[in-house]
């Protein structure tokens, strides 16, 4: 099993930058493929980005290509999104998750942190 603790969201301003982190447990992070979704209040959870459990490749949605990045270290058992150029838009709560097979839709993913807000002003 594999547990996630997000954190790093908070309150930007419009055009700003954020870091979240997504600690995980166990021994077998390596084996997972990581993805970052988001929930807007009175929206479904969304995909956001996604990389495979060698950090070789990654995904990402068509609202935040060219501004967010995923990452990972699998010696740190630790997956990032940076964030830049938010948008108010971008206002939700962030949730890293983890499942052995790198997809887009949430209702696959096994494994999910508690969530991140993640607020950006205009």
């Known amino acids: 099993q594999v547990q996630l603790v997000e954190s790093g969201g908070g309150l930007v301003q419009a055009g700003g930058s954020l870091r979240l982190s997504c600690a995980a447990s166990g021994r077998t992070f390596s084996s997972y493929a990581m993805a970052w979704f988001r929930q807007a209040p009175g929206k479904e959870r969304e995909f956001v980005a996604a990389?495979?459990?060698?950090?070789?490749?990654?995904f990402y949605a068509d609202s935040v290509k060219g501004r967010f990045t995923i990452s990972r270290d699998n010696a740190k058992n630790t997956v990032w999104l940076q964030m830049n150029s938010l948008k108010p838009a971008d206002t939700a709560v962030y949730y890293c998750?983890?499942?052995?097979?790198?997809?887009?839709?949430?209702?696959?993913?096994?494994?999910w942190g508690q969530g991140t807000q993640v607020t950006v002003s205009s």
């Open positions: 998750a983890a499942d052995t097979i790198l997809r887009t839709i949430p209702t696959t993913y096994d494994y």
């Open positions: 990389i495979s459990w060698s950090g070789g490749s990654a």
